[in-house]
């Protein structure tokens, strides 16, 4: 009998007013509506070469989008598909040459590309969210933080200057990598993360598989989305099976996307 009562940190609280924004598949991630109108902006670190959520929050907000992403031009990440095969290869290829091609047309989506990271320190390309608030006149503002970024996400939250920063995100939707090797520690800053916001949403990256803890199949990769406590005066579990019928999609459209129990 699993007696570990911690995973259930992951069980999302009720909350009305939840939407999809982005495309099918991968590239749709599950937001709070209602506060999307007291946002001055999306901050958004890893965008990869599929904007459909960007170009949906645009859409829907009016709202500016500053996007960072220091690889999408890099042409060696290209070839060193290479290893993987052919198959990788050509894909990212082809993704490469299209974003070359439309990159220029984000700016009708107010979106401004930055060829910027992010890290817990200033390093070459990689900024710290403090330095790229304070560049871009965003600090003090509210903001909707969105962050996919292959593991990235666990130095910036073990680091303590990140908490002060976040009382003006009013909604945080990470996707949260290698969570078998990281689960300890994602554990520590869900419940960082509790003190100034809830868990709304959680949802699969199907690309990933899963792994055993304590006899509950846990999935390698997670995406979440976090809502500010304010917008939440009461405090309950949600009843909804995950994924959530109409609003959630599996990333790979070719598996079945993976239902999500191991919080009960």
């Given at each position: 009998m699993n007696t570990d009562n911690s995973l259930k940190i992951f069980h999302p609280l009720q909350v009305a007013g939840l939407e999809r924004l982005g495309g099918n598949y991968d590239g749709g991630y599950i937001v709070h509506a209602p506060s999307l109108k007291d946002a001055a902006c999306l901050v958004n670190y890893g965008v990869g070469y599929n904007v459909s959520f960007e170009k949906d929050f645009s859409n829907e907000t009016g709202l500016p989008v500053y996007a960072f992403d220091p690889t999408l031009k890099d042409i060696s990440a290209v070839f060193g598909d290479l290893k993987r095969g052919?198959?990788?290869?050509?894909?990212?290829?082809?993704?490469?040459?299209?974003?070359?091609?439309?990159?220029?047309?984000?700016?009708?989506?107010?979106?401004t590309m930055v060829e910027e990271g992010i890290a817990d320190k200033n390093s070459g390309p990689y900024k710290t969210l403090a330095y790229h608030l304070d560049k871009y006149g965003l600090t003090g503002k509210n903001i909707i933080l969105k962050m996919d970024v292959e593991g990235a996400e666990y130095p910036f939250f073990n680091s303590p200057a990140t908490y002060p920063l976040l009382d003006n995100a009013l909604q945080i939707i990470l996707e949260f990598h290698d969570v078998d090797k990281n689960l300890d520690n994602l554990i520590a800053i869900m419940?960082?993360?509790?003190?100034?916001h809830s868990l709304i949403h959680i949802h699969s990256n199907n690309h990933a598989g899963v792994f055993n803890?304590?006899?509950?199949?846990?999935?390698e990769t997670l995406e979440a989305t976090f809502l500010l406590n304010k917008y939440l005066p009461e405090k309950k579990p949600a009843t909804t099976p995950y994924p959530v019928p109409g609003l959630d999609q599996p990333c790979d459209r070719l598996r079945e996307d993976i239902v999500l129990d191991f919080f009960y």
């Open positions: 052919i198959i990788p290869f050509l894909r990212h290829a082809k993704n490469y040459a299209v974003w070359l091609f439309k990159v220029g047309s984000l700016k009708k989506y107010n979106i419940d960082k993360l509790s003190k100034t803890y304590n006899g509950k199949n846990v999935p």
